[in-house]
Structures are given as C-alpha cells and as structure tokens.
Nanobody, 125 residues
Framework: QVQLVESGGGLVQTGGSLRLSCAASGRTFSSSAMGWFRQAPGKEREFVAAIRWSTGSTYYSDSVRGRFTISRANAKNTVYLQMNNLKPEDTAVYYC??????????????????WGQGTQVTVSS
C-alpha cells in the first residue's frame, strides 16, 4: 500500500501561483510514476501532469503546459506541482496519484492504483 497526502491548495487570484505537495509513504518503492489530476464540479477527472520516479521524465496536459511544473524529491518521497499564471478554469480539486505498473501510459486515471484525498484550488477572477 502507498499512502498519499496532498497539501498546498488554497484561494488565489488570476495570474497568481500555488505549489502543491504530495507526500508518499508506505511501499513507495512499488510506484513507477506519480500523477496529478483535477476535477471541477460537474466535470470528469482530468489528467494534469505526471513524472516518473526513475528517469524524471515529465508529462503535461495541453491546458497546463508552460504554466505548471511537476517535480520530485526522491529522498523525501514527495512530488510537487508548481502552478503559475493560474486561471479561473484551473479551479478544481487536485488529486495526487501513484502508479505501480511500468507501462508507458501515464495520462489515464485508470492506470493509477493509489490516490490522495485531494486539495482544493480556487482561482478568483
């Protein structure tokens, strides 16, 4: 089992920044990649970004590329999501997730085995 705890959400104005953190504990060595997803009210959960533990390879959705940066601190078993130039459409609950398998797919929620409880990000216009 892997336990994930997100932090860093909050209320920010358009154009502002936030940094989300996801601390992993438990059998973290069994995780191949970490991802961030988000879900706005009335919408499906969508992929935001992902990073592979071993190589550091990163992946982004088109809507956040160039504004968000995912990074990892292996020694701390922690993944970060730096969000800059935030827009009202970024408002959502953000979830951290851990993927066990080493398949190439990282953008599908179904690929992830463990999920955090979520943290709210609200961007005011």
């Amino acid at each position: 089992q892997v336990q994930l705890v997100e932090s860093g959400g909050g209320l920010v104005q358009t154009g502002g920044s936030l940094r989300l953190s996801c601390a992993a504990s438990g059998r973290t060595f069994s995780s191949s990649a970490m991802g961030w997803f988000r879900q706005a009210p009335g919408k499906e959960r969508e992929f935001v970004a992902a990073i592979r533990w071993s190589t550091g390879s990163t992946y982004y959705s088109d809507s956040v590329r160039g504004r968000f940066t995912i990074s990892r601190a292996n020694a701390k078993n922690t993944v970060y999501l730096q969000m800059n130039n935030l827009k009202p459409e970024d408002t959502a609950v953000y979830y951290c997730a851990a993927k066990r398998s080493f398949t190439t797919t990282v953008r599908a929620a179904r690929e992830y085995d463990f999920w955090g409880q979520g943290t709210q990000v609200t961007v005011s216009s």
